[in-house]
């Protein structure tokens, strides 16, 4: 699919749909009017690319759908330039998402197969991220400390390690919880040693994993 003007009209219908969902942030919303979903999709779901639906990519992981997607963007309250980490690359659709809103983006990803697939569409549509393959529990401190940190994958519990790598004021986003259904969560830091937890909401998403995988 090119992006011409039925996918860009597609792509407008989209954020409406959003907005009726209960996102209000306009920068979230523009940046769902901008990138093309469906560079991002298996060729067999390309007529699908628009609907608010999760679909099967590549390593058995999913692209997530775009409420969901939507909902931690907006939770991360993104200003310009802020230093973003990503643990899950998955498809590079959310760190697509993140860059277009200005955010400096740094992402992990533990399927090299999908890791080297994601550099090569967002390269392809000029979107800027620092991609790594490795084991998202660690994060990556040496860059940090981050303004947010989104998790796009279910944990049962929040890693220490990720939340030491958050600026102070900073957010973490996490699906915490089970295999099955977990709540939103937003962390932020108060202060050397204190946070601050929120829930937002149930929803579902594959698990968080130790380890890579080298599947090429």
Do not use: C, W
């Not at 590079?92 to 992402?107: C, D, N, P, R, S």
């Not at 030491?164 to 108060?190: C, Y």
């Amino acid at each position: 699919m090119t992006d011409n003007f039925e996918a860009k009209g597609k792509r407008k219908k989209l954020v409406e749909e959003l907005r009726k969902k209960g996102i209000s942030d306009e920068e979230v919303l523009r940046a769902f009017g901008k990138v093309p979903r469906h560079d991002f999709m298996d060729p067999a779901f390309l007529n699908h690319a628009y609907v608010d639906k999760a679909f099967p990519i590549t390593s058995g992981q999913t692209i997530s759908q775009p409420y969901t997607v939507a909902v931690q963007t907006s939770l991360l309250k993104i200003k310009r330039k802020d230093k973003i980490l990503e643990i899950g690359t998955g498809s590079g659709y959310q760190a697509a998402i993140l860059a277009e809103m200005g955010a400096k983006v740094y992402t992990i990803e533990r399927h090299r197969e999908l890791f080297l697939k994601a550099q090569r569409t967002l390269s392809s549509l000029g979107y800027s991220a620092d991609f790594f393959f490795g084991d998202g529990y660690e994060g990556k401190p040496q860059y940090g400390p981050y303004d947010g940190i989104v998790i796009t994958a279910a944990a049962p519990e929040v890693p220490e390690n990720l939340l030491k790598q958050l600026k102070t004021g900073g957010r973490l986003v996490v699906p915490l919880g089970n295999s099955f259904s977990q709540e939103m969560t937003v962390v932020q830091r108060t202060g050397e040693e204190t946070y601050e937890y929120s829930s937002h909401g149930s929803f579902v998403f594959v698990p968080m994993l130790k380890g890579t995988v080298n599947n090429t």
